[in-house]
């Protein structure tokens, strides 16, 4: 199972970016599976950003409510993050991941945010 993520970069403060992440491989199709996206800033501990579940339902760490939206597209295989208002601390290593079981990690796109 490949978890290919996209999007990473050089962001300014204030802007936006939408991430993306293609499975590929074993998996037919991510329809029925538990997505997520996780975050690991530099020197410090991974956290979770936003998941959803299989059937749509959404959750968001509570220092991205409002500036962030998971989403899917199970035609695609893919999850997305769309992320606004970035700050410098949303600066991290970006990982989506699959929950359902053995679970899987794709293999992060860092992006930063600075001017």
């Known amino acids: 199972v490949q978890l290919q993520a996209y999007g990473g970069g050089l962001v300014q403060p204030g802007g936006s970016l939408k991430l993306s992440c293609v499975a590929s491989?074993?998996?037919?199709?991510?329809?029925?599976?538990?997505l997520g996206w996780h975050r690991q800033p530099i020197g410090k501990q991974p956290e979770l950003v936003a998941s959803?579940?299989?059937?749509?339902?959404?959750y968001y760490t509570d220092s991205m409510k409002g500036r962030v939206t998971i989403s899917r597209d199970n035609g695609k295989n893919t999850v997305y993050l769309q992320m606004n208002d970035l700050q410098p601390d949303d600066t991290a290593v970006y990982y989506c991941?699959?929950?359902?079981?053995?679970?899987?990690w794709g293999q992060g796109t860092l992006f930063t945010v600075s001017s």
């Open positions: 491989g074993s998996i037919r199709s991510i329809a029925g599976m538990g």
């Open positions: 959803i579940s299989s059937g749509g339902v959404t």
């Open positions: 991941r699959i929950y359902d079981s053995p679970g899987y």
